[in-house]
């Protein structure tokens, strides 16, 4: 599977992104999918995941209450509602897959899109 992500930019502190990730194949239901971040000078972090099904979502403690991650399995595309932005969220945001695994690792993911960046000012 190939992933496209899309909607970074400049927002001020307080305001809402949505970032929108294109899968590419007909297997995405097959995929869990995440998101993930990378501040300069920092490693790559967790912001959020969902189940193949959809059902479940899991999200890191400092984005949990403002992202909402969803899928649109019809459309095989995968979001990222972000609300009440902080410039500390300002980084790379790169949305992922894993075909077998599960969890909150970048190990666990197979796919990777080419990130969008996000730019928090205060």
């Known amino acids: 599977v190939q992933l496209q992500a899309s909607g970074g930019g400049l927002v001020q502190a307080g305001g809402s992104l949505r970032l929108s990730c294109a899968a590419s194949?007909?297997?995405?239901?097959?995929?869990?999918l995440g998101w993930f971040r990378q501040a300069p000078r920092k490693e790559r972090e967790f912001v959020a995941r969902?189940?193949?099904?959809?059902?479940?979502?899991y999200y890191a403690n400092s984005v949990k209450g403002r992202f909402t991650i969803s899928r649109d399995s019809a459309n095989n595309t995968v979001y990222l509602q972000m609300n009440s932005l902080k410039p500390e969220d300002t980084a790379v945001y790169y949305c992922?897959?894993?075909?077998?695994?599960?969890?909150?690792?970048?190990?666990?993911?197979?796919?990777w899109g080419q990130g969008t960046l996000v730019t928090v000012s205060s």
């Open positions: 992922a897959a894993a075909r077998l695994g599960s969890g909150s690792l970048p190990s666990v993911y197979d796919h």
């Open positions: 969902i189940t193949r099904s959809g059902t479940t979502t």
């Open positions: 194949g007909r297997t995405f239901s097959t995929y869990e």
